[in-house]
């Protein structure tokens, strides 16, 4: 819970604010735009939600903020509607889990509805309120992990709906050595029309996931830049190899797909063309 006591200056006055334990996961900054942006190192309130969706939006970014480091001075009796509102749909069968983990450094969590199962992308943090939503729409069947950095509460998803979870075998810890499905070095049909892509760089076993020639579900490996106005890999925060990676976002460069959601920051639609254009950018910028 956040503490008013612990409140950033930075904060406008009024009922929203984000305290000290903030890290800067950025979270809130995507999910309410309205409300929050960055100052001084973290994130704050910029300006007080005020219309009904604002509300909505600022509160779902309270309960996905994985250091409960946002809170408010009024009691909101529709919070209880908003918990219950994870996981959100982002479009036909793409949905936002919410519940961002701290120990994966508040990466973002999706599920892919598939009548063969449901994917999970990444892990969130586990909570029983989005385990029994996830239930009500069909379970869990596969766990796919873009990563090591990002696997957060996966032994207890896993266990709470038997799935089998899927991790590139260069990215295995002693965290990870349960995992049922190992991936290789090619790329790999998880279900139809969803395919596993070894992309290496940002660590070794790095790996994105595709669905139907539409939406990749990047981890780490790209983001959205709105200062470069194209998608773009994290320079500063490449563990592995910054060569390798290149080569990594090349291969993405010949798939199609028109939605990038990442891990960290906020999602983006372009249609197939200016998305393809948007890759090239990034090479070259690379």
């Known amino acids: 819970m956040a503490s008013a006591r612990r409140r950033l200056p930075t904060n406008v006055p009024g009922d929203f604010f984000v305290d000290d334990t903030c890290i800067d996961c950025a979270t809130c900054r995507w999910m309410a735009p309205a409300t ?74 999706y599920l892919v509805q598939r009548p ?9 943090r586990y909570n029983a309120h989005l385990a029994k939503s996830l239930e009500d729409m069909g379970g869990v069947r596969y766990l796919f992990l873009t990563h090591r950095d990002d696997v957060a509460d996966h032994a207890q ?12 075998r260069d990215d295995r810890t002693r965290g990870t050595a349960s995992i049922e499905h190992w991936l290789g070095a090619d790329a790999e049909t998880i279900v139809t029309g969803v395919v596993a892509i070894p992309t ?11 669905v139907d020639d539409a939406i990749l579900f990047t981890g ?42 990442p891990g960290h920051g906020r999602p983006v639609s372009l249609d197939a063309a200016s998305m393809a254009e948007s890759m090239q950018a990034c090479l070259a910028w690379m």
Do not use: M
């Open 116 to 124: 063969e199962g449901n994917v999970l992308v990444d892990s969130p």
């Open 157 to 168: 998803w896993a266990a709470r709906f038997g799935a089998e979870r899927i991790l590139h």
């Open 36 to 109: 929050f942006d960055f100052r001084e190192g973290a994130s704050r309130v910029r300006e007080q939600p005020v219309a009904p969706l604002e509300i909505t939006q600022a509160l779902q970014a309270l309960v996905a903020c994985p250091t409960g480091s946002i809170g408010t001075t009024a009691k909101h009796p529709e919070l209880a509607r908003v918990i219950r509102s994870f996981p959100l749909e982002i479009e036909p069968g793409i949905f936002h889990c919410g519940y961002h983990s701290a120990d994966s450094f508040g990466a973002a969590s």
């Open 220 to 261: 780490d490996t790209l983001a959205w830049s709105q200062r470069l106005g194209h998608v773009y890999a994290f320079r500063d925060a490449c563990w592995y190899s910054w060569a390798e990676l290149e080569k990594s976002v090349a291969q993405l460069a010949t798939y199609t797909f028109r939605r990038v959601l």
């Open 200 to 210: 290496p760089g940002h660590t070794r076993g790095s790996a994105c996931l595709l």
